[in-house]
């Protein structure tokens, strides 16, 4: 059972957005710190951005102002929603969840930024 859903990927235009979506339908949601982060091909996976149970955000450096995280917790949903998006944000994003002893990623959603 995959517990985290990634979705909202595709091709995109530089300079143009994307809302990435990460449903976690089975877990307690507003009891997780949820993440975002990202893996180029022949890349390490990367910190992106998270948010905790209290909604205090972190980004990396590259993100900042560029990138927002939010969540839903009536819906068990993590947002990511990328603006002014560059070639170098090309990747598979992965979605997070972390509490007491819990720690989970989705499958991965395919973002592509390319004319």
């Known amino acids: 059972q995959v517990q985290l859903v990634e979705s909202g990927g595709g091709l995109v235009q530089p300079g143009g957005s994307l809302r990435l979506s990460c449903a976690a339908p089975?877990?307690?949601?507003?009891?997780?710190?949820m993440g975002w982060y990202r893996q180029a091909p022949g890349e390490q996976r990367e910190f992106v951005a998270s948010i905790t149970t209290g909604g205090s955000t972190n980004y990396a450096d590259s993100v900042k102002g560029r990138f927002t995280i939010s969540r839903d917790n009536a819906k068990n949903t993590v947002y990511l929603q990328m603006k002014s998006l560059k070639p170098e944000d090309m990747a598979v994003y992965y979605c997070?969840?972390?509490?007491?002893?819990?720690?989970?990623w989705g499958q991965g959603t395919q973002v592509t930024v390319s004319s």
């Open positions: 997070n969840a972390r509490g007491l002893g819990f720690d989970d």
């Open positions: 089975g877990i307690i949601f507003r009891f997780y710190v």
